[in-house]
Nanobody, 115 residues
Framework: QVQLVESGGGLVQAGGSLRLSCAAS????????MGWYRQAPGKQRELVAT???????RYADSVKGRFTISRDNAKNTVYLQMNSLIPEDTAVYYC?????????WGQGTQVTVSS
């Protein structure tokens, strides 16, 4: 059974940094795409960043220049380095992995940015 487990969330002051990790287990393949999404209270889940197995990346406009997504294909792990955090980044962050049209989600990790 494929599972994605996020870690690295927490409470940080505005201007600070956090690094999220998402490790996949139970798979015999490398995800074609891995990504991070977030959901703030009362809002829909939104894309933060994705990275293909080739290394191609995509970012939401709101995080460009502040967040960096990376992955280790050998470990089937994806990372999100978040710098210059602002209170609007406060949300539950979810990891996603996709392969052959099937997508898996992690349970989420809370990120709270205080002003």
């Amino acid at each position: 059974q494929v599972q994605l487990v996020e870690s690295g969330g927490g409470l940080v002051q505005a201007g600070g940094s956090l690094r999220l990790s998402c490790a996949a287990s139970g798979s015999t393949f490398s995800f074609s795409v891995m990504g991070w999404y977030r959901q703030a209270p009362g809002k829909q889940r939104e894309l933060v960043a994705t990275i293909a197995v080739t290394g191609a990346t995509r970012y939401a406009d709101s995080v460009k220049g502040r967040f960096t997504i990376s992955r280790d294909n050998a470990k089937n792990t994806v990372y999100l380095q978040m710098n210059s955090l602002i209170p609007e980044d406060t949300a539950v962050y979810y990891c996603e992995g996709g392969y052959s049209g099937v997508y898996w989600w992690g349970q989420g990790t809370q990120v709270t940015v205080s002003s």
